[in-house]
């Protein structure tokens, strides 16, 4: 569903709760999943499945950020356009963690059989995700690499000092 002067949400969210096809809303016009990728936009976020950007269709993206919110979208070929085209890829790897380390915090409410407040746990999420994300840019500016690669090396970084905290070297 598209609108270029924006979607009505409240209008658009009732319409779907009343059970009518979104391609009736008369509040926008259905449009295709190509059509959606190619549009101008800030950030795009691909959501739902992976291997959506490619290299067959990232030269067409006209976004300047694309955040993976699914697992898996951009193919590396897609990737290499991206990069090529100066748009910036925050990569699934560091997206999806805010997910896992939410789960994080379920399993250790369970363990101590004790309830955290809802903005404990947002305000919990916030400082990772945050301090995660400084690293990461930190790695990618001081080594002049792309977003993913400083995910997977401050990945590969944490593995290895609990590896060596553990006793293995």
Not at 5 to 25: E, M, Q, T, V
Not at 43 to 50: E, H, K, M, N, T
Not at 127 to 141: C, E, G, N, Q, V
Request: proline share 4%; net charge neutral; with cysteine.
């Amino acid at each position: 569903m598209y609108n270029e002067k924006g979607l009505n949400i409240k209008a658009l969210r009732a319409h779907a709760a009343s059970g009518k096809p979104l391609g009736d809303f008369h509040g926008g016009t259905a449009i295709s999943k190509d059509e959606l990728l190619y549009l101008p936009c800030d950030v795009l976020i691909p959501a739902a499945i992976g291997g959506v950007i490619t290299e067959g269709n990232a030269d067409k993206l006209q976004c300047k950020f694309v955040v993976e919110a699914a697992n898996g979208p951009t193919t590396p070929g897609g990737d290499a356009i991206l990069r090529d085209k100066g748009i910036i890829l925050l990569p699934d790897i560091y997206t999806n963690g805010g997910g896992v380390t939410v789960s994080f915090f379920e399993w250790v409410q369970n363990l101590q059989n004790f309830k955290w407040e809802e903005d404990d746990v947002n305000r919990k999420l916030d400082r990772k995700m945050t301090d995660a994300f400084s690293k990461i840019w930190a790695i990618h500016k001081e080594k002049n690499v792309p977003l993913r690669v400083a995910a997977f090396v401050k990945a590969l970084q944490e593995v290895t000092r609990a590896e060596i905290h553990r006793g293995f070297d």
